[in-house]
């Protein structure tokens, strides 16, 4: 649950500006699940017993923006890109 904005304040209506702005900012739900999907695949892919690298017991997971949850969505794309270890 969230606290409503104090917007009788200067400083009440920034927090709610710059929280909407956040907001629009961050990756979809959906381009979340998509990126989800598409670390997972490669992980399980490594880790097909034919796989030269499934001895080793691969594990991948995202880095950087996505491993800190500060992605930002892509301006006039639908590609983004991702990073994992």
Known sequence: MSI???LSTR????DYLLAQIVLALQLTETQIKRMESAYGAVA???EQP???LAIYRPVIY???SAAIGTTVRPRLRTVFDLDFV
Not at 11 to 14: E, H, K, N
């Open 4 to 6: 409503p904005p104090d």
């Open 11 to 14: 400083r009440g209506v920034l």
């Open 44 to 46: 399980a892919w490594l």
């Open 50 to 52: 034919d796989s030269p």
């Open 62 to 64: 995202p880095q950087g």
